[in-house]
């Protein structure tokens, strides 16, 4: 899969290491094992996907540029998997998850890896996460039809964000911040499942 990876044009090795360390398979249904280190999204139930390895080493490689992600928020933790991948390289992850078996999934699929790091969080990500603000880095694993204002003013300053933007047809958007201005450059096209709001 990393070897894959290079090809397609992921050039961070740290981001490589990452994806190398974390068993993609342990965080899919045991019948879709064979399946894990294709790159290709995967069901999860719950009408949700494991994202696509490429799109994942893709957005934490934007994110990165060079820097330390620093304290992370993931919205949108599915499976845990990306958390897993981004605590390789993180200080902290705070991932939220909106349906609640989804999120004990990912508890139990993190825990088999203990990872310190990491914390997880039942929680409308589309708000952010108020207590643990500001974060260094904020990724968005859902599509936003535009960017979400809280999830702005929670980025600490010099704070990267990273959502796939878009009605119809989404593309990553990069958010950074500097003192009170924010950038926003767009990257390539994505499909990721919508992001709602509200807890179930
Ligand atoms: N990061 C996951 C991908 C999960 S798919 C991985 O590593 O594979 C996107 C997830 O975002 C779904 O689990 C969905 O329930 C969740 N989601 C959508 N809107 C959300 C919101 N407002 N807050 C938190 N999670 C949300």
């Known amino acids: 899969m990393v070897e894959r990876l290079r090809e ?3 050039r961070d090795e ?12 342990l965080f899919v249904d045991q019948g879709l094992a064979y399946s894990a280190y294709d790159d290709t999204p995967l069901p999860i139930g719950y009408q949700q996907t494991i994202s696509q390895p490429y799109v994942v080493a893709r957005m934490i490689e934007i994110l990165r540029a060079g820097r330390e992600l620093g304290r992370t928020l993931e919205v949108g933790a599915g499976c845990g998997y990306q ?9 902290e992850v705070f991932a939220v998850e909106r349906i609640r078996p989804l999120l004990d999934l990912a508890r139990e699929n993190l825990r088999t ?3 310190a790091n990491v914390r997880l969080k039942y929680a409308d990500g589309s708000l952010g996460l108020p ?14 039809r535009e960017l979400p204002a809280s999830l702005k003013q929670q980025l600490a300053a010099g ?5 796939p933007v878009g009605s119809g047809d989404q593309h990553l958007t990069l958010v950074e911040r500097q003192g009170n201005v924010y950038r ?13 709001t509200g807890t179930e």
């Open 8 to 10: 397609q044009g992921i």
């Open 14 to 25: 740290a981001v490589l290491a990452a994806m190398m360390r974390v068993p993609r398979h």
């Open 83 to 91: 958390a897993a991948v981004l605590s390789q390289i993180a200080t």
């Open 113 to 115: 890896l203990r990872l």
């Open 131 to 144: 207590e643990a603000a500001p974060f260094d880095t904020i990724i968005v694993a859902a599509g936003a």
């Open 159 to 163: 704070g990267r964000m990273l959502v």
């Open 184 to 196: 926003e450059s767009r990257f390539e096209a994505v499909r990721f499942v919508p992001l709602l």
